[in-house]
């Protein structure tokens, strides 16, 4: 029970309530007592040729009680004005005063109430009880209300001895304390299980925080190596001189894609599935990334099972098709070539796509940090996704980029000549 409150808000405003809710409860105890007193004094009124000394008392008593009753009430107002403990104590005193005149002034009548177990008895006793509310917590709020259960039998036993009355505990009293224990207790318990589930609820929150900061890294990290230092790398080998056009292009784009920030927002796009009905290869980051190249001059023929990318979840389709473009992006800058090959193979349960290229070749043993953009950004890239990367390669005869990528074991995709006679590479 919240209440829809901040948590440093829960329990003042709940002990507040359930405060309120009792000194009101209280009040009505007290006025419903005072009704009694009242009709109780005419009724028992004798008419002034009757008059005795005794009558006189009992009206002088109930008089009396009447006024301790008013007295009760407005100290009770002030407490839940002000829940103090000074306040707190001054009811407790006043009250079990005013429940001793009360409970001897109504026993005292003779053959009118025989018995202390009566309703009429309680009600100045319930108002009592309720100063339970008037604690700051819970727990509080038990302790107090059990001084007042316990002040108020004791001076009914004594008006109860007083009186020569047999004493007996009422079921009013008794019912009203365990209900009102009750409903403290609950609230405790229950705004301690809330508190702890509000604790769980940050630990989570805390910890997918921390998850997605690391996951932003990685991403910068990679989109770094994807970008600024391949470029910087590509810039301090080249020749003095005006940059070549492909330099140039590459240059241009690694700009745009720092200046936006699309890169942000990959995480989000990696957990959205193709919509049915869609083309797998149109729709794929492998294809994005071939298109790019395209756009920079690379002339790249596509052939194998395009539509196996289907097969790809949103991760490692947005993995693969970057991994794709920093191999594309190497041929652009180190082959010495302006055409390339993308061979894509569909298994049972992993999808193959090599990137080949018949330039000037390199041995990846002695690699410089030229190629720092295939150690980290291809390699390390498809390893996180549980796949394998193989370069054949050697001065003189070209390069291959074997990536292979796991998938979920499904039928083999099965495409008719029509559909790859559509997709003839461009």
């Not at 053959?111 to 727990?139: C, R, Y």
């Not at 470029?231 to 003095?240: F, M, N, S, T, W």
């Not at 492998?286 to 190249?293: K, T």
């Not at 099972?305 to 991994?323: M, Q, T």
Request: aromatic share 6%; net charge neutral; glycine share 8%.
């Amino acid at each position: 029970m919240t209440l829809g409150l901040p948590d440093h808000l829960v329990a003042r405003t709940i002990s507040h309530a359930l405060a309120r809710a009792s000194h009101w409860f209280g009040l009505t105890c007290l006025a419903g007592a005072l009704l009694a007193l009242l009709a109780l004094n005419f009724a028992h009124r004798p008419a002034a040729s009757t008059a005795t000394a005794a009558s006189t008392t009992t009206s002088a008593a109930l008089w009396f009680t009447i006024l301790a009753l008013l007295a009760m009430a407005g100290f009770l107002i002030e407490l839940s004005l002000r829940r103090t403990v000074t306040l707190t104590i001054a009811y407790l005193i006043v009250g079990s005063g005013c429940i001793y005149l009360f409970t001897v002034t109504i026993l005292g009548m003779p053959d009118v109430f025989p018995f202390s177990n009566l309703f009429l008895v309680a009600l100045p006793k319930l108002a009592l009880i309720m100063v339970g509310g008037a604690g700051t917590g819970a727990l509080a709020g038990v302790l107090w209300s059990t001084l007042g259960f316990v002040l108020a039998e004791a001076v009914t036993v004594l008006a109860a001895l007083q009186t020569q009355v047999p004493y007996s505990p009422d079921p009013f009293t008794i019912s009203t304390y365990l209900f009102l224990v009750g409903v403290l207790l609950f609230a405790h318990f229950a705004r301690r299980q809330a508190a702890a589930q509000t604790a769980l609820h940050r630990a989570v929150l805390a910890d997918r925080a921390r998850l997605l900061r690391h996951d932003l890294d990685q991403r910068a990290l990679a989109r770094t190596q994807d970008t600024t230092l391949t470029e910087l790398v590509a810039l301090a080998r080249a020749h003095a001189g005006p940059l070549s056009p492909n330099l140039a292009g590459s240059i241009r784009a690694t700009l745009q894609t720092l200046r936006g920030t699309d890169w942000l927002t990959d995480a989000d796009q990696r957990s959205v599935e193709p919509s049915a009905g869609t083309d797998a290869w149109l729709t794929s980051e492998v294809y994005a990334a071939i298109e790019r190249s395209r756009d920079r001059g690379l002339v790249v023929e596509v052939t194998g099972e395009r539509a196996a990318l289907g097969r790809l979840d949103p991760v490692s389709d947005r993995e693969l098709g970057l991994a794709v473009q920093q191999c594309l992006t190497n041929v652009i800058l180190h082959s010495g070539i302006v055409a390339a090959e993308v061979v894509i193979e569909s298994e049972l349960d992993s999808i193959s796509l090599m990137v080949m290229d018949a330039g000037r070749g390199f041995t990846e043993s002695e690699t410089g940090s030229d190629r720092l953009g295939l150690r980290q950004a291809v390699r390390h890239r498809i390893e996180r996704l549980g796949g394998s990367v193989s370069i054949l390669t050697r001065p003189g005869a070209g390069t291959s980029v074997l990536l292979n990528v796991p998938v979920p074991i499904s039928d083999p995709i099965t495409t008719d000549a029509a559909t790859l006679g559509e997709q003839a590479p461009r």
